[in-house]
């Protein structure tokens, strides 16, 4: 029982509520051009390892003091955590029993029958709309998004609290029709969500060269705060309820 992993990073505040242990989960699916986490595109490379599940949990419970005094708990990332869903289902149906707070951070590229029965187990579920355009889409993730639209929509159906994020990145999806094809697509579909806009940034750069890859498209810009604050009154005009757990 385990799984790979990248790394278990405690005292996160950026990953759902309160003070929180994001565990770093190995592999996906995508190929996103301006990934922050390389390292994550695969199980087994030089930056993960093998973990127990039982190790991963003994850690967890050592930090409980801090989930209990600030509403925090435990979230699941990655790469992609659903990548590798017994695993995710091993330690979500321990956590969960012994009452942890569960928050899950996912593309949306997975299996909604098999990983259900997980979704239903979480406190709040953080997933990408990274593009629209189904072509752009497989152009810059090396899949088109037929399935995360259709996951996003059933998902949110589960009645699970649920933030939408758009990763906001000039050369990619910051064009007008890209952005009001993504709020439009979530308004249309009278789902019960929230949005989320997370500006680009660069610092996963220096893995790349850890890796010995080649770094993101020197194209990608990262926004200006007016700019994102100008998405996040259209959302809100257009009926969406905006967040931010930067």
Known sequence: MGGYIMQLQNFSVNDGEGIRTTVFLAGCPLRCAWCSNPEG???QNPMTRWAETEE????????AIFYRHSGGGVTFSGGEATAQPQFLKEL????YDEGFSLALETCGQFDFSLLE???RKMDLIFMDLKHIDPEKHRELTGADNQRILENIVKTARLGVPMVVRIPAILGVNCDDAAMLGALSFLRDNHLDVAVEFLPYHRYGEAKY???GKKPPDSRFEIPTQEQLQGWEQLAARMGLRVVSYK
Do not use: K, S, V
């Open 41 to 43: 595109q695969t199980m």
């Open 92 to 95: 979500t149906d321990a956590l």
């Open 209 to 211: 060269q850890q890796l």
């Open 117 to 119: 029965p997980t979704l």
């Open 56 to 63: 991963i949990l003994q850690e967890i419970r050592r930090q």
